[in-house]
């Protein structure tokens, strides 16, 4: 039962990581700092995993190269992740962020010629339909347009992140996942700071730095844990077991949400969205 708790610690860490982060940008902090410094306190986080995990670096070149790309499509997945989480709920991002279980299906049927079973079909529309409910508001409002534009950022993150899912499917058949997970941030951090330098803002960095201070940290680190419990979740048990255990993030980070957050406005909207979003996950990974 060892992998159920490391991906019931998985899913609860990148809970807490959600939260905490919506916590700091509702101060309108800078986002592409933010960025930069969480994910480059992440990957150090996860260092100490190698001396639980065995560590391969790749045997081709093509395989860098890959790394390379999906290092830019998580850094930007997680820059338009935070830009969302300046405007929207925590709870309202995790339902709408489950769209990215559609691209992610979408780009496996059309890269590598996976099949669609009728539920995995079913199931996308009920998160189409989940999404739709979530997002309900009748009246035109400037609370409305808020809304919408942190769904826009979110959908955009939500593809991003599944081209980076599916970019680094190719890379971790060459290459020890739990370091490329560690190199990948912390190379989005190194690589944010290299082009605030080449744009002469290395100033803007210290400075938002001095206005974080540890407020940065927390999320940062349980950033790291989510990847290191879920790799020991993949270790001790199958994959295929695993991530549905890890998607409870969805139910932890909405119900830590409305109670931690006091997100209550449009409650009954997000219950129903949950509802009907849980279960189109659960028919893509439980059918």
């Not at 395989?63 to 790309?69: A, D, G």
């Not at 058949?173 to 941030?185: C, E, H, K, Q, T």
Request: aromatic share 16%.
């Amino acid at each position: 039962m060892e992998w159920f708790l490391f991906a019931l610690c998985a899913a609860a860490s990148i809970s807490i990581q959600k939260m905490l982060s919506r916590r700091v940008l509702k101060e309108k902090v800078d986002t592409t700092i933010f960025t930069i410094l969480n994910d480059f306190i992440a990957g150090i986080a996860l260092i100490p995993a190698i001396f639980v995990f065995e560590v391969t670096f790749p045997q081709h070149n093509i395989t860098w190269l890959l790394f390379i790309l999906s290092v830019v499509f998580y850094g930007l997945g997680d820059y338009y992740t935070f830009k969302a989480l300046e405007g929207i709920a925590v709870s309202t991002w995790q339902i709408l962020t489950q769209v990215r279980h559609i691209f992610v299906l979408a780009g496996g049927f059309i890269l590598f010629s996976e099949s669609l079973a009728p539920f995995k079909i079913v199931g996308i529309f009920l998160i189409i339909f989940g999404a739709f409910v979530t997002l309900f508001q009748k009246n035109k409002t400037r609370s409305r347009d808020i809304l919408f534009k942190g769904a826009f950022f979110t959908f955009i993150s939500s593809g991003l992140f599944a081209l980076g899912f599916l970019t680094a499917k190719a890379v971790v058949s060459d290459f020890s996942p739990v370091i490329y997970a560690s190199l990948n941030m912390i190379g989005v951090g190194l690589g944010g700071m290299l082009i605030m330098a080449l744009k002469r803002q290395s100033v803007r960095v210290v400075r938002e730095m001095r206005i974080l201070g540890y407020s940065v940290l927390l999320p940062g680190i349980f950033l790291g844990l989510y990847d290191f419990f879920l790799f020991l979740s993949f270790k001790f048990g199958e994959v295929s077991r695993a991530v549905p255990v890890a998607q409870s993030s969805l139910i932890f980070t909405v119900i830590g949400g409305i109670i931690f957050l006091k997100e209550r406005e449009r409650l009954h909207l997000k219950i129903a969205g949950l509802f009907i979003i849980s279960a189109g996950v659960a028919a893509l990974y439980l059918v």
